[in-house]
T-cell receptor, first 115, second 116 residues
Framework: NAGVTQTPKFRVLKTGQSMTLLCAQD?????MYWYRQDPGMGLRLIHY???????AKGEVPDGYNVSRLKKQNFLLGLESAAPSQTSVYFC??????????????FGSGTRLTVV | AQSVSQHNHHVILSEAASLELGCNYSYGGTVNLFWYVQYPGQHLQLLLK??????LVKGIKGFEAEFIKSKFSFNLRKPSVQWSDTAEYFC??????????????FGRGTSLIVHP
């Protein structure tokens, strides 16, 4: 029972490089999310998706793009990495109907360092 | 704008002490409420959640939380903490988005250290 799987777990990038983080869930959840976690800042929502083929911006979307081509996968792309994007990235998924979000299942995180 | 506030950023307790962590939000409508825990080096795990009904919610590992609508609060409590409760605790509140979906906003977290 895998739940939410994130790859890679660690990555070091040079400024200006691009990369894609992959999130996969096997719970048939409609909703998927990407957060970044920084010390003292809690979790901040980057982008989210309420279903296959749909995405929306969160609190801190600049410098990131996402795609949800398949229901089980949610990709986060960094177009041109900057040191300010050094962070721990968490993917999550949830089951939700219109009025209730039943709570997240989180992946184990990706620690990204941009030098 | 909707927001979530956790008042205690760092809490240090001795084992067997009682714990209460505060969480307040700013929104007058219906919300979904959660507490998550993050043990060192791990991802977030759900402790408890509230959607409706009895405002006193019991979660895993002896934690409970009380929703007080008039105070816009959802405080986390535990009568007697253990060393293994050392972790970071996050309150999350789901507000309705412009599209009607309930999307969580997280507080900044409270770091709890329990001394044996």
């Amino acid at each position: 029972n895998a739940g939410v799987t994130q790859t890679p777990k660690f990555r070091v990038l040079k400024t200006g490089q691009s990369m894609t983080l992959l999130c996969a869930q096997d719970m048939n959840h409609e909703y998927m999310y990407w957060y970044r976690q920084d010390p003292g800042m809690g979790l901040r929502l980057i982008h989210y998706s309420v279903g296959e083929g749909t995405t929306a911006k969160g609190e801190v979307p600049d410098g990131y793009n996402v795609s949800r081509l398949k229901k089980q996968n949610f990709l986060l792309g960094l177009e041109s990495a900057a040191p300010s994007q050094t962070s721990v990235y968490f993917c999550a998924s949830s089951y939700s109907d219109r009025a209730v979000n039943y709570g997240y299942t989180f992946g184990s995180g990706t620690r990204l360092t941009v030098v | 704008a909707q927001s979530v506030s956790q008042h205690n950023h760092h809490v240090i307790l001795s084992e067997a002490a009682s714990l209460e962590l505060g969480c307040n939000y700013s929104y007058g409508g219906t919300v979904n409420l959660f507490w998550y825990v993050q043990y060192p080096g791990q991802h977030l795990q759900l402790l408890l959640k509230y959607f409706s009904g009895d405002p006193l919610v019991k979660g895993i590992k002896g934690f409970e939380a009380e929703f007080i609508k008039s105070k816009f609060s959802f405080n986390l409590r535990k009568p007697s903490v253990q060393w293994s409760d050392t972790a970071e605790y996050f309150c999350a509140v789901c507000f309705p988005s412009s599209g009607g979906s309930y999307i969580p906003t997280f507080g900044r977290g409270t770091s709890l250290i329990v001394h044996p």
